[in-house]
């Protein structure tokens, strides 16, 4: 009999990460043991495991993320995400700072072909 996998994430990471999809109260949180968010068959949000978020961003707005807040290329399963930033552990502590990055996210993934 094959058993249920367990989240390894940090409490305080998923109950942040909570809060923040909380915020925006149209986005629903899926996956029991990887979380996440998605419209239209696109994730927009994703928390690994080690309690990392993953942000998905239009080019514009990533390229401004990654400067402001001198953070990476989202890493998944060692494939290098190129249009995911990774959230940095203060800004995932500032949810109302964070929230806005979350808006753009959906209203980018919206704009994406339906898969």
Same mark, same amino acid.
């Given at each position: 009999m094959a058993t249920k996998k367990a989240s390894q994430i940090p409490p305080? @990471?998923?109950e942040l990460y909570e809060k923040l999809i909380a915020s925006l109260p149209d986005i629903e949180r899926k996956g029991a043991v990887h979380p996440y968010t998605s419209v239209n068959g696109h994730m927009f949000t994703y928390l690994d495991q080690s309690g990392t978020v993953g942000l998905r961003l239009p080019k514009q707005e990533l390229d401004a993320f990654l400067k402001k807040y001198q953070t990476t290329l989202f890493e998944s399963y060692g494939v290098v995400k190129k249009d995911w930033v990774t959230?940095?552990?203060?800004?995932l502590? @500032?949810?109302k700072q964070l929230a806005k990055y979350l808006e753009i996210s959906q209203a980018y993934v919206k704009t994406l072909k339906p898969k």
């Amino acid at each position: 009999m094959a058993t249920k996998k367990a989240s390894q994430i940090p409490p305080a @990471n998923l109950e942040l990460y909570e809060k923040l999809i909380a915020s925006l109260p149209d986005i629903e949180r899926k996956g029991a043991v990887h979380p996440y968010t998605s419209v239209n068959g696109h994730m927009f949000t994703y928390l690994d495991q080690s309690g990392t978020v993953g942000l998905r961003l239009p080019k514009q707005e990533l390229d401004a993320f990654l400067k402001k807040y001198q953070t990476t290329l989202f890493e998944s399963y060692g494939v290098v995400k190129k249009d995911w930033v990774t959230v940095p552990g203060t800004l995932l502590k @500032n949810t109302k700072q964070l929230a806005k990055y979350l808006e753009i996210s959906q209203a980018y993934v919206k704009t994406l072909k339906p898969k």
